[in-house]
């Protein structure tokens, strides 16, 4: 009777260690992941008209996502980090209005965005026909440009 009772300890033993083995590369990837998740998101939105990203900016504000949730001067920091975060920070890729209904009046605006991104350095340019366009980019850059092209 001692003896099938030390198997299964013993089998028990095993397995929990095999277990302990096959979760380790786990609980090692969560602990790498958790600093990249800390690691700061902050930014320098600007808004311009025309075309020259390089030009003085009409309008420019910080945005800071993380590790302290959404901050900055941004009038709508948490709908801009979540807009970000949607993205994985490629702002390129944003696209929240597909179907955006937008006149074909031509008032170029250009927009930039420079700073990290989950620690990452990252910078964007892009300019659009008019400001309607602009809100395919969701609220990260509602902020500078008035007017209703």
């Known amino acids: 009777m001692k ?3 030390a198997l299964r300890l013993a089998a028990g033993v095993m397995a929990a260690a095999g277990l302990a083995v096959s979760l380790a590369p786990a609980a090692a990837a969560a602990q790498q992941e958790e600093p990249r998740r800390a690691a700061p998101t902050a930014l320098v939105l600007t808004v311009q ?27 709508l920091a948490a709908q801009a980090c979540s807009d970000l975060a949607r993205a994985r920070g490629d702002i390129a890729s ?12 031509y008032a ?13 350095h990252i910078h964007y340019a892009e300019t ?3 400001s309607c366009h602009l809100k395919s980019k969701g609220s990260l850059f509602q902020f500078g440009i008035a007017g209703n092209a």
Request: proline residues 9%; charged residues 15%.
């Open 49 to 75: 008209n025309g075309t020259d990203a390089g030009a003085p900016a009409d309008r420019g504000v910080t945005l800071s996502c993380y590790p302290t949730g959404a901050a900055g001067d941004h009038p």
């Open 3 to 5: 003896k099938k009772t």
């Open 94 to 105: 944003l696209d929240l209005s597909p179907l955006l209904m937008c006149n074909t009046r």
């Open 128 to 130: 659009f026909s008019n």
């Open 108 to 120: 170029p605006v250009t927009v930039t965005a420079s700073g990290l991104w989950r620690g990452k």
